[in-house]
């Protein structure tokens, strides 16, 4: 059964750090976008990061640029989301999906990991 599985969620100090990853089972992620996307509760569904299958150029929404990273091991077949200087604002549930936000459709959708700052 294909999928993408999220890791590396948890309870963060704010200024603190975490990394998630997204790992493909079932398909190769070679040939896939990889996207981040995160939903807070009462809030919509946020698209903040991309990287590309071609030639792993990324994209970051303005609340998260400067502090996070996304990159990947096609080895792997792991995508990972480093998270840095971390805010109680950045609390949410984190997902990631086969395609960048904006795409019209997604082949596959993490189960979504856990993130909270708090002091």
């Known amino acids: 059964q294909a999928q993408l599985v999220e890791s590396g969620g948890g309870l963060v100090q704010p200024g603190g750090s975490l990394t998630l990853s997204c790992a493909a089972s079932g398909f190769t992620l070679d040939y896939y976008a990889i996207g981040w996307f995160r939903q807070a509760p009462g809030k919509e569904r946020e698209g903040i990061s991309c990287?590309?299958?071609?030639?792993?150029?990324?994209y970051y929404a303005d609340s998260v640029k400067g502090r996070f990273t996304t990159t990947r091991d096609n080895a792997r077949d792991t995508v990972y989301l480093q998270m840095n200087s971390l805010k109680p604002e950045d609390t949410a549930v984190y997902y990631c999906a086969s395609d960048c936000p904006g795409s019209a459709s997604f082949d596959w959708w993490g189960q979504g990991t856990q993130v909270t700052v708090s002091a």
């Open positions: 990287i590309s299958a071609s030639d792993g150029s990324t």
